[in-house]
């Protein structure tokens, strides 16, 4: 029933359609669509915006009247208080054509929790929900200050709602209006950055939805009523091509993706605007002024672990000697797996590599002419271990380069504190005093020198130690650093900015040292930084004899540290330490930077040029302030020096990426920023370049979007593009150039035209928007035809592990019209995942095998790490890789305060829990929530508790907090809060994975507190060696029943032959496995007689087990014994009138 509001939601009750007042004039027309039942505050809130605004609004709760004819009468559609499927086909047709025909959408709270299998919706609301918490007050900080839902509204705006979390960020594909902050509350679980309203012009009409519900406020209507606004009469700007930031900035996306940012590594900007930025897998690229971006060059790397290319830095004459420099890991004749830990000299002598500044010669169309390489300077690294690189490289304004090294020091084995293992056998990378702390090695260390010019350098005058000075490197300006991977000198006083990352115990030890540490440090000369003997504060670690100790006397880093180490080459009597500029850690947070991971990005400081003409350089207003990044907690600020060079005020500077890489201010005054993206080690969809400017009064160009559908498939391929949301900031009129494939042409002036592909390949589809009195700006979308997809197909991702485990996978590759997939070109990398970031550990080769887990000793109980595999393949003739998207592998015990999520609960110091927190505070229906989880072959789990309260009830669900049950642990009072005891449960595993709960039930008041849940060994899932492997038939009864149906993993497609013996089908795992078990799963039509044979090449076979009287169903053939890279099945006797019919062909090695 439709029924028309006016501004007294209480006439609804009276009369079934009342119009709003004849002399309001209505200018547009809103339909508010929520579910069955009385009017809620807030139909009745927008009947009041209604009559004060003077617009019409009905509401319904029909279905029926989504109708292309009855929805033509709005201008917007508000989804208020909807959830779950509303919608049938027929109707969700009418809704998509309402809305490709300008139609508007909002959504309120939970329309994101509303039609979760209709993808169109999905992308028009934004994201889906996950969760939300209970009422808590929150502080929303504006993202975008000129929309008019967000004009008026305070910067940092503290309310009490029930704050949604969703199950993936919009940032990237949306105008993000507000954000919350995650430190002002408990239960927001989306790694800091957390938009909760946002818009987008979508399909031809406009989307604004608001994760917030608060009708009764004024403020929060001012926000809604802006929204209807847009959603109604396209009244404010909603492009995602950049945002607007601080009043006058905007940020202008240059390059964004992995084809055209690879995994973002290190920037320069050159003094045309362009930018050269380098990927870790050795690939250069450049982006022009307007965001065209090509491959300008490809170094061979060495890679393991973090190595590879890291920096780029443009020589300060660039415009006369075209030169730019790299640190990169040069291919040598060094092994490529894993070093020894233990061993003689000899064994560890071969791993000894270099990381290499080079310096190349850029040509007139900014490629890199490879054949100029020079070598300036190597630096000795041990090669086969992990970890820190460093590698950042700038300039001083004299010319002098300064190059920054870490520690190459593994800290796995050392708890979290400082590695000093100097035991003879052990091998020298578990020691860092033979680095950092070694004043005769260029590791740990800010390096100061001066190119030459046919390559090698002179070291200038002013460094830490004299030429000639025994026992030490005259290249070393500042030493004792652990990873300073981000650096910058300031041209205008020659301080030096970095950011240094630190270890990382979550407690302090007496026997051990302080607790984990980070610092931005500010270099005004030589000097000593302290690791591996003090921390950023200057505080000592504890001597140390490794492995189990005991401790010695604390390290002097006030009167300078003695360097005894058996691996120590330099002096043994070191400088006193010093403290670092702006140090945080554990419990140690200063208020401005709170709270998240440990991740510093030392960034440049911005020098105001006021006879520079540039329409996007900073204000003077910022003139002097350092800029620094966080790369896990994501954010930049800015940092006023007080007088004495000191810190200042630190204020936050506003920007709408992820995790910051690299920051430099480029020739004309902006800021340009290399966003590292979300993933681990290979780039995603948020890796991106950004120009941030300052235009405020000024001619701006076009701001371009260009958007294509599809972006994948074979060839041909049909490709529809849009310029939708292409604006320009001063209203000029717009022009459009499409090049479709990136040869430099003009294919298409339309501003929505289509393309079709007929050759396969990847092409970037370029969008150049131009007014005509500002010039042009590019936007570009990559479209891949017959290119190689890779999946992991096991383990499944959240599968649990024990760090050490080896973990069995299959890696599958699909590359339609390319070349055979070569197994050898399959790379399968382990990732020791620690909150936001990671550390590479090891690799294999192959589509399937066995990668081994490492045994973690640096992070204590109260880290929150994991596993994480990224497989890779790089076709024939291609440098670059393709990724599969990434799993994680869950550890069988969790800390309970690494929730993903949670309702209710709060986070204890609890001193006798494993690493010193817990879950407090806990009463019923309270839960939290962990993803992603695997429990195949789990059968229990323990929990450890305590309880001086009721106690109650532990259940564990899937889905949701009201999910299904999987398993369930009673828990009584244990006689205190600090009284830990622990319980046990039994469990059913759910299929597939899914986001665990744990939800706590019992009496009032509190119930009981909980430290870590441990699920039990149980039996681990074996890997199905033939899934999705090309498998062949000598027949099939029809194209709907192929032999690839029979490898699919689906309970529902089959494989059917031909009706006559014999008959066979075969597949090919890729490789030579051990095969001791082959499953069938047979359709009504089997075989009672057959024969299964392995082969190494597809042509010789062996029978290794004969089955004759077979009775259908499963068919389990265990104790096989045999090997091979094929496996058949030979039918030899039909059961029935009908061919053979399979649903499964499992092939297992367990």
Known sequence: MLRRLAFCVTFLTVVGSVAVPAQASPGFSVLVFTKAGPPTAGVAAIAKLAAQQRFTVETTSDAGQFNVRNLARFNAVVWLSTSGDMLNAGQQKAFESYISSGGGYLGVGSAADTERDWPFYGSLVGAYASDRTGRVTATVQIDDTTHPSTTGLPSSWTRADEWYNYRTNPRSRV??????????????????????????????????????????????????????????????????????????????????????????????????????????DGTIRYTDPVGNTKVAGTIAVYSHDEEGLQSIKADPNFNTNRWVYVYYAPPLSTPGGDA???????????????????????????????SSAVTIMDVPTSRGMCCHVGGDIDFDAAGNLYLSTGDDTNPFDSSGYTPIDERADRNPAFD??????????????????????????????????????????PEIYAMGFRNPFRMAVDKATGVVYLGDYGPDSGTASATRGPAAHVSFERITGPGNYGWPYCSNFNVPYIDFQFPSGPSGSAFNCTGGPTNNSRNNTGLTQLQPSRAAWLPYGVGQDPAALCCGSWSPMGGPVYNFNSALVSNVKFPASENGKVFIGEFGRRWIKTVTLNGSGGVGTIAPFQWTGTQVMDMEFGPDGALYVLDYGTGWFGGDANSALYRIEYNAGTCSVPIP??????????????????????????????????????????????????????????????????????????????????????TLSAPASGRVFNFGDA???????????????????????????????????????????????????????????????????????????????????????????????????????????????????????DWISFTPYNLSGVTSFTARVASAGAGGTLSLRTGSATGPVIGTAAVANTGGWENWVTVTGTLTPPSGTVNLFLVFTGGAGSLFDIDDFTFGAGTPPATN???????????????????????????????????SDPQWIQVDLGQTFTVNRVRLLWEAAYGSAYQIQTSPDGAAWTTVRSVTGGNGGEDNNTG???????????????????????????????
């Open 175 to 280: 105008r993000v209006l507000a954000s919350l902050d995650e430190s002002s509350y408990a239960g927001g679980v989306m790694g800091g950055d957390h938009p909760i309203s946002w818009c987008q012009p979508y399909a031809g009409g406009r989307s604004w939805y608001t994760g917030m519900e608060g009708f009764g406020e004024r403020t929060f209507l001012d926000h809604l009523l802006g929204g209807i606004r847009y959603a109604a009469q396209g009244k404010g700007d909603c492009d995602a091509g950049f945002q607007t930031l601080a009043a006058g900035y905007t940020q202008v996306t240059l390059a964004k993706g992995v084809a055209e940012v690879g995994e973002p590594m290190g920037l320069t900007v050159l003094p045309n605007r362009g930018s050269l930025h380098t990927a870790r």
């Open 340 to 370: 020894p830990a233990s061993g003689t000299a000899a064994q560890f002598a071969p791993f000894n590599g270099v990381n290499r500044l080079a310096r190349y010669t850029v040509n007139t169309d900014f490629t890199l002419n490879m």
């Open 432 to 473: 860092a005093q033979r680095s950092a702390g070694n004043t005769n090695d260029l590791r740990g260390k800010v390096l100061r020198i001066r190119p030459g010019a046919t390559g090698g350098y002179t070291v200038p005058a002013g460094n830490m130690f004299a030429a000639g000075t025994a026992n030490t490197k």
């Open 705 to 790: 979007r260009a958007t294509a559908t599809p972006v994948s498939g074979n060839a041909p391929l049909a490709v529809s593009f849009s310029s939708a949301g292409t604006t320009d900031p001063d209203g000029s009129p717009i022009s459009y150039a499409w090049d479709f494939t990136t040869n430099g042409s003009t294919d298409s002036t339309a501003a929505n035209p289509s393309f079709t592909y007929t050759a396969n390949g990847q092409y970037t589809a370029t969008l150049t928007a131009s007014d005509p009195d500002c010039g042009s700006a590019t936007a570009s979308v990559v479209i891949s035809v017959g290119q190689a997809s890779v």
């Open 807 to 925: 973990i069995p996978y299959t890696v599958n590759v699909s590359h339609p019209g390319g070349p055979a997939v070569d197994c050898t070109r399959v790379r399968l990398n382990y990732i020791l995942g620690h909150d936001s970031h990671g550390h590479p550990m090891t690799s294999v080769t192959g589509c399937s095998g066995t990668i081994q887990t490492t045994v973690d000793g640096e992070h204590d109980a109260n880290a929150n790490i994991f596993g994480v595999l990224d497989a890779e393949y790089t076709p024939p003739g291609s440098t670059i890789a393709v990724h599969a998207p990434q799993a994680v592998l869950q550890p069988r015990t969790r800390q309970g305060e690494h929730f993903s999520a949670q309702q209710g609960v709060t986070i204890v110091a609890k001193p006798t829990a494993h690493g010193g927190n817990a879950i407090g505070n806990v009463e019923n229906g």
């Open 1025 to 1059: 060696l033939a899934l999705n492997k090309p498998a062949t038939a000598s027949s099939v009864e029809n194209a709907s029943f192929p032999a690839s149906n029979a490898v699919d993993a689906s309970a529902t497609t089959r494989w059917a032959s031909a009706f």
């Open 1120 to 1150: 096989l014994n045999a090997s091979g890279r094929f496996v058949r099945i030979l039918g030899t006797t039909r059961a029935t009138q009908w061919g053979y019919s399979l649903f499964s062909f499992e092939v297992y090695s367990s």
